[in-house]
């Protein structure tokens, strides 16, 4: 991915939801409804009635079994009705993954007491990443919202999450071969009804704090 990328992807994103606010401001009401996202290129679909959303979105986050730093089980189950936000990241990463973890810490502390939301982080070395190490791992950052899993599993499985169901690597989608290491920058969020409603940079506060108000709207759009 060109270094330039997420930073042009963010910018776009900032100057669409401050037109999207203008006009907001403009018409007296609350804020546009979030898109909703079928493909790994992530294409928006601006659609809001309850029929027409029904008949073009598609895509839901399928079955999964994993881990958490407390030896819990998580499953889609536990996904049921909330919204959720999922990156994929390692503990002996040293590169993108201290600033993702220490953004993510924001998201954490605003919504540690919210039962409707749940932060997925999923590990893309759990031959390495063990129970104990995301212990060690939650320790080092002070990670103690009980509603932010991090999780670890079978390579396979967290692979073809990751790539099939969350788009982790935008444009590729599950076009790669699950052997073939996965690394981003991405975090996803997913509404109660397990529809992608948006991608974000977690290397850039900006995207986190758009994301922290767009995690409020889907918790008020039920």
Known sequence: MDCWEPKIVSMFRIVLCSILFLIELGCGKGPPPLPYYNTPDFMPLFINHPTAVAKQVWHHIGDFEATNQYGQKITLDD????????NFMFTRCTSICPIMTNHLKILAGAYKNETRFSMLSFSVTPWMDSIHALRSFAESY???????HLLTGEKSEIYRLARRYYFAEKDLGFTKDSTEFLHTEHVVLVDYQLRLRGVYNATLKPDILQLQRDIAQLLNEK
């Open 79 to 86: 996904l049921q009705e909330k919204v959720h936000i999922a």
């Open 142 to 148: 002070s990670i103690k919202a009980k509603n932010w």
